[in-house]
């Protein structure tokens, strides 16, 4: 055999594979698939929950401590919000987001941007004015995955409650941020910040 | 013979355990606002009492006196930070929330000079202003409000 028919014959062999080559090939992709995204999907669902976020000295020392005396942590009901509950959108797509841009956090933690109390009080007004722009951009979506306006029953709320949140809430001049600034943890500074 | 000991040892003994015997602690028939309760013994707590939800403003009962907060104030913070009283009774939010103004004493040092914000002194509002239970008198009181401040 010439070297040229040689290599005709191996790209034919190429260009003709087995069906069942084919098959397994496709297999093996569908598996490969499921595992990945399975494996994904269970790494993003381990870092949403509140033992992955305290596992961190700077969040388990500071926000939590002052979170654990607040009634998203104990109330009568026994209806606890974690950390992701209000800090993670529910919708994938923000979800993913939001993971991709805490990736900076994560180079906080490396750097020790806030590994002392005295650090992390330096950058709160900073690290909270984050939080807030981002629920006032989102219309407070986290705070309304359970707290549904239109599931309020103005009749069991205080009278100081049903004023504001049957005008300005319910116009939508105002969000929830707006007025429930530090309900989870401790306020910064709040010279200047509108309405303090 | 060494006698003395022995009966040292044994008298104190004895005066030991009749200390033990006559330790026992009586309130004499006393009884205070907590009711009777032996010293050496503590007292089980009563159990914590609801505070006012949200109620309208309540009359003071005397000239000065610090009108008392009548809805809930749990989670609000006032510190060198933040006063969150201040956000709902501060003259740049009262109106529009509806809340009782403080009034313009807060304005003053204790020289009597008048600040443009609220006087350190009078910053801390819980010093005075307390919420209220629902709950009886702990005592029987006899003690009527002044006429002047239109009370019923």
Redesign the interface.
């Known amino acids: 055999m010439t070297k040229e028919s040689k290599i005709k014959s191996l790209l034919s062999y190429l260009k003709s594979p087995s069906s069942a080559a084919l098959w397994l090939i496709l297999a093996i992709g569908f598996a490969g698939g499921v595992i990945f995204w399975g494996g994904f999907n269970t790494a993003l669902e381990v870092t949403n929950t509140e033992a992955f976020c305290i596992s961190c000295h700077e969040m388990e020392d500071n926000v939590y401590e002052e979170y654990k005396e607040t009634i998203h942590y104990s109330n009568r009901s026994g209806v606890r919000a974690t950390c992701p509950d209000c800090h993670v959108p529910k919708k994938w797509t923000h979800k993913i987001v939001r993971k991709i841009a805490a990736s900076k956090e994560v180079w906080g933690m490396l750097t020790g941007l806030i590994d002392t109390r005295e650090k992390f009080q330096d950058h709160r007004r900073e690290l909270a004015e984050r939080e807030w722009k981002r629920m006032k951009e989102n219309d407070s979506l986290e705070c309304r995955n359970c707290h549904n306006f239109e599931y309020m029953d103005f009749s069991e709320q205080g009278n100081r409650s049903v004023k504001m949140h049957s005008s300005a809430l319910a116009s939508g001049e105002k969000t929830c941020i707006d007025c429930h600034k530090g309900i989870a943890h401790e306020l910064p500074d709040m010279k200047g910040v509108d309405n303090w | 013979m060494k006698i003395l000991p022995i009966i040292m040892i044994t008298a104190s003994l004895a005066m030991a355990l009749s200390v033990q015997a006559y330790q026992e602690v009586t309130s004499g028939g006393l009884e205070t606002i907590r009711g009777i309760a032996k010293i050496n013994e503590t007292k089980s707590a009563e159990a914590l009492k609801r505070v006012i939800?949200?109620?309208?403003p309540i009359q003071r009962n005397y000239v000065h006196q610090p009108p008392v907060v009548p809805?809930?104030t749990?989670?609000y913070?006032v510190n060198?930070?933040?006063n969150?009283c201040l956000?709902?009774h501060g003259w740049k939010?009262a109106r529009e929330?509806?809340?009782t103004k403080i009034s313009l004493t807060h304005f003053e040092t204790r020289d009597g000079k008048t600040l443009s914000d609220v006087s350190p002194r009078r910053y801390f509002c819980s010093q005075c202003h307390v919420t209220q239970a629902d709950a009886p008198e702990l005592v029987d009181n006899l003690f009527k409000p002044v006429e002047s401040l239109g009370n019923d």
């Open positions: 939800k949200d109620k309208n809805h809930q749990r989670g913070r060198k930070d933040s969150k956000t709902c939010y929330t509806g809340a």
